[in-house]
């Protein structure tokens, strides 16, 4: 049905010009079925706190939207009851009537449609299969938190109640609210279309403000729960009253709004009807927020806010979803013949008789005010007011009906049907309207997607401009939308800034989104943008500062070329000259007098132990490897053996002499000459098996110590044992103490060569170096280990052959003629001197 513009223009002038109108009578009408409906007509209730009388509240001013979905639910059943091939020859019935957005007052019709079909009183029963109350079901209420009253009164009788506007993810629980559904997404559905918008536009440091209702409680719950898990930050959270009213209503929009400024943030997601979003944003003009992108839903975005906020285009960008719902045909031209009907006297004379039969004395529909409206107050609303959810709420209980009827092309049969009856057709079979198919989930609702719309201001008018679809994935035109900013570029609402490749974002405060971009510490590398730390490298990689890679790590020992070991083994060279020409001296001079005293062959075999001992340096130079390791101790201390078991036999044969003279001839022949050789021999045996015993128990083992250098793995000898190290070199540390015993306390006549004092200094020095020794190669575990262990090698070498070969090696060959036998007497025959001194 399509009307000519012209006598449209002519419906707007009659419609104008005549006053008052019958529209309040067209919204009740018996039929064979009756379909309760409930729409906000009213709103803003003026004697809700001041009651004190459970009389019926008052709305002070109409609401547009409710009239319009009330008029979309009449031209539904009055298609439906004019086709052919739906309900046949079933006449549809309705009664409808005002929530005023307030439980109170949605109680009392929703009372009135569970009464009993044709009384007043509501029957009081065990069992409620066979009862049958005034409606077969109901359409609406459009509010979550009316829903959540009327859904579990209805739901007891298990009475269809099907919503064009409640949202809330609570009514997705069909044990509670078995028998409600509706015909708009859930807001689940909602929130994660806008957490997708606010991911596309690297939007992460919002604020979001709800209503404080059933709606706005829970989107926004539902929304800092998902928002928390893709590093959105909420920079500020908070609710608005709805009841307007409240004495403190104005002190929380006052408070909202300062608290949203002193964020910075460039975004706000409001989740709230459209009075007190209309509230906030008045506030929000009047105490100069400034121009922020504010992110709506259909609740209150194609809602009258626009048209009643002043100033509403210096808030800035207005972007949101709205249900993507399609037009329904013929709407605006029955509205508009509807219009021009009530006008006529004999019209508005049937419709009221039609309303009679309702029982109108029982509960009004108070929308007087409708009688006031013309078609131009509505018209422009027409266009945006989304009918369609209304219009498939009223088809599904029909196709619902008509299945349950058990309807042919030909007819309906006239039998009795209970509101129960009708849900297993509701949940199970599709239905379609205007060629479109629709179908309840198991959540008993619909989800058609959702439109972005933008609201674009051209001359002063407003208009809902398309920019995108989501339906589980997002699509924006982007270029379709000029923001509010000088470049008509989206606005940034970040909490930092990007950082840069090698750095990593640093917790402030409690929002994951407010950071420092730090820089990755050495052997860490930055794996990506969203990192909140580095990662480690692996063990065998490391990494400088802010790097953004690793890198392999290089090894690390005591090169040969290095300076530290060039030194080091050019000391050894001179080590092992000094210890050269020491033996070839003494095996010169090894018939005279000072080589005897000093032990003769044996100082050979002490010196050719002392040069394997400074060779032994060059197995700590180079790679180490396992093998390396394990000779490395055992080496030092043997050939340190060969040298001590050397100094024996000449210690104890001095200690005989000078500490127990009358011991001395017996014992003296174990000490000296060839039985020394044996005391040397069983030294160095017991020597070589505490080397096996340490082989056995824990020998020195290759470590990769990548702790000490950053960027360097240092080969090094470990101790694996402490015990074997202690029993390896134990047993040296005891020859010494021995030898040192027995010589530090001799005496020697003047003018006499003092053999003891070579060995005490030899022994002393050993000790000495060795304190340092332990002390530092317990505690080293890089390079310097090898360092301090050739340290040690050339300075007990040195020490030895200073202290006790050095000196015998002077007097050979600066003062010859101090190698005598008076001078280099052995204590021996200097014993007997002192006696017949001592007896005269």
């Known amino acids: ?405 058990g309807c042919t092309s030909e007819g309906c049969p006239k039998t009795p049907i209970r509101s129960w009856q009708l849900l297993h057709f509701m949940n199970t079979l599709p239905f379609e309207v205007n060629g479109q198919s629709f179908r309840f989930d198991q959540s008993h609702g619909t989800n058609t997607g959702y439109k972005l719309i933008f609201w674009a201001w051209r001359d002063g008018t407003l208009t809902y401009l398309p920019v995108g679809d989501y339906d589980q994935s997002l699509y924006i035109q982007k270029s379709q939308i000029q923001f509010h900013t000088a470049d008509k570029k989206e606005p940034t609402s970040e909490c930092f800034r990007r950082c840069q490749p090698g750095q990593f974002r640093r917790i402030k405060g409690f929002n994951l989104c407010c950071y420092d971009c730090t820089d990755c510490s050495e052997n860490t590398f930055w794996s990506s943008t969203d990192s909140t730390s580095c990662s480690p490298c692996p063990q065998h990689q490391w990494a400088p500062a802010r790097s953004t890679r690793c890198h392999e790590r290089t090894e690390r020992f005591l090169f040969w070329d290095e300076p530290m070991a060039v030194a080091l083994m050019t000391l050894m060279a001179l080590t092992v000259a000094l210890s050269c020409l020491s033996a070839l001296l003494f095996l010169k001079h090894l018939q005279t007098p000072l080589v005897q005293v000093a032990g003769g062959g044996r100082t050979l075999f002490a010196l050719l132990w002392l040069l394997l001992q400074s060779l032994s340096c060059c197995l700590y130079v180079g790679r180490p490897s396992a093998r390396l390791c394990a000779v490395q101790q055992l080496s030092y201390a043997l050939c340190l053996n060969g040298c001590f078991s050397t100094f024996v036999p000449k210690a104890l044969e001095i200690s005989l002499l000078t500490e127990f003279p009358r011991c001395a001839p017996r014992l003296l022949r174990w000490v000296t000459h060839g039985r020394a050789w044996l005391l040397v021999a069983t030294s160095l045996l017991t020597q070589a098996l505490l080397c096996f015993c340490h082989l056995r128990l824990g020998p020195d083992y290759l470590v990769a110590d990548y702790k000490s250098l950053p960027s360097e793995v240092v080969l090094v000898c470990g101790t694996q044992s402490w015990a074997a190290f202690a029993l390896l070199h134990g047993y040296n540390s005891c020859l010494a103490f021995a030898c040192f015993l027995c010589t530090f306390m001799v005496q020697t006549p003047a003018r006499r060569y003092n053999v003891a004092r070579g060995i005490t200094f030899a022994t002393l020095i050993y000790f000495i170096i060795w304190i340092f020794f332990v002390v530092v190669f317990a505690t080293l575990r890089t390079v310097l280990r090898a360092v301090t262990q050739i340290c040690t090698i050339q300075a007990t070498t040195l020490g030895i052959l200073a202290s006790y070969f050095v000196p015998k090696c002077y007097i050979m060959v600066f003062r010859p003629d101090l190698n005598t036998g008076d001078y280099c007497q052995n204590p021996a025959e200097e014993q007997p001197e002192e006696d017949s001194v001592n007896r005269q």
């Open 1 to 405: 049905m399509k009307l000519p513009g012209l006598w449209l223009c002519l419906s707007f002038g009659s419609a104008a010009s005549l006053s008052p109108s019958c529209l309040s009578a067209q919204f009740r009408r018996p039929g064979d079925f009756i379909l309760g409906g409930l729409f906000p007509f009213g709103k803003d209730t003026v004697n809700l706190t001041a009651r004190s009388e459970p009389t019926l509240p008052r709305c002070e001013r109409l609401f547009m939207d409710g009239l319009i979905w009330a008029l979309g639910m009449r031209f539904a059943i009055d298609q439906i009851n004019n086709s052919s091939s739906l309900l046949p020859g079933i006449k549809l019935g309705y009664d409808m009537y005002d929530t005023c957005f307030e439980p109170l007052v949605a109680l009392q019709p929703s009372l009135l449609f569970l009464t009993r079909n044709g009384t007043t009183g509501i029957g009081i029963l065990c069992n409620y299969t066979e009862y049958q109350p005034r409606i077969t079901a109901i359409i609406g209420p459009h509010k979550s938190d009316l829903c959540l009253l009327t859904a579990k009164l209805f739901s007891s009788f298990l009475i269809p109640q099907v919503s064009y506007g409640a949202s809330s993810e609570t009514l997705s629980n069909t044990e509670l609210y078995p028998s409600f559904y509706r015909t708009v997404p859930s807001d689940k559905n909602l929130v994660e279309a806008v957490v997708r918008l606010l991911n596309q536009f690297g939007w992460n440091w919002i604020a979001t403000v709800g209503s404080d209702d059933e709606y706005g409680r829970g989107a926004q719950a539902l929304f800092l729960s998902m928002a928390g898990n893709d590093n959105i930050c909420i920079a500020f959270e908070g609710f608005i009253p709805t009841d307007l009213a409240e004495p403190n209503a104005r002190k929380q929009l006052e408070d909202t709004v300062k608290l949203i400024n002193s964020t910075k943030v460039n975004v706000v997601v409001l989740f709230a009807y459209s009075l007190p979003a209309q509230a906030l944003l008045e506030h929000s003009i009047r105490m100069g927020l400034g121009k922020k992108v504010w992110i709506g839903t259909e609740a209150w975005m194609l809602s009258d806010v626009a048209a009643y906020t002043p100033n509403i285009q210096s808030i800035g960008t207005v972007l949101g979803f709205v249900s993507r719902t399609g037009t329904v045909p013929g709407f605006q031209e029955y509205v508009a013949e509807l219009f021009s009907s009530v006008e006529q006297e004999k019209f508005c004379q049937q419709s009221r008789e039609l309303s009679r039969l309702m029982n109108t004395e029982v509960l009004d529909t108070h929308c007087q005010q409708c009688d006031h409206v013309t078609l131009g107050d509505i018209w422009p609303l027409l266009r945006v007011t989304m009918v369609q959810p209304v219009h498939v709420a009223v088809y599904s209980v029909a196709h619902a009906l008509h299945r349950a009827l």
